[in-house]
């Protein structure tokens, strides 16, 4: 009895499962519709299942083309759900730190020698990006940029205006209050007063 309770526990998670949370849903539910039958009912999470599985060996083998098809898989459904959070005006904060990420990926593989000395590099690549992709709470996308990238950018803002701000003190001219032609402080009331006290004597002598 405890097996088949699990076995049906696990049909009604399977069927009750959204395969739309999974990134390229589109691409495997139309999979899942041309699939012909055979002999056991396929559902959505298996082809998904089938599909990622057949990736995840081709790229962790580093078969021909492996680092072709990552790279398309990391940046068709991230190009078209920028377009889609542009168009409907929605939060872009996922996806810009998704594409900040990427390039970071594409720094390090202009080192070719680097990424042949990592085992699994490209499978390795593209789980990360898979859970950049994720759209529910807690995708990598969010995670990676508030703990490792949102605080080395708050350090490099922060660099820079203390630069900004020295440069406008160097090339700021100082204020030079004693400088040729004009007096010093105090003197030019004392010659006022003198000059009106002058012409008041003239004018009595007169």
Known sequence: MKPEKSSNALAETMGNFDSRQIPYSNLTDM?????PYVGYPLTKVHVAGAFWTFVGIWTAMGLIGADFVTNILAIVYPAWMSYKCEKSGSSP???LAYWIIYSLFFVVECSQGVTARIPCYFAIKLTIMLWCMYPGAGNGSTVIYTVALKPGLQM????????GGDKKNKHSPPHDHHGKGSPPSGKEPALKKSSSRDSLKNGKHK
């Open 93 to 95: 904060t996922q996806w």
């Open 156 to 163: 490099l803002d922060h660099f820079m205006q203390q630069e």
């Open 31 to 35: 999979m899942h519709r041309h699939m």
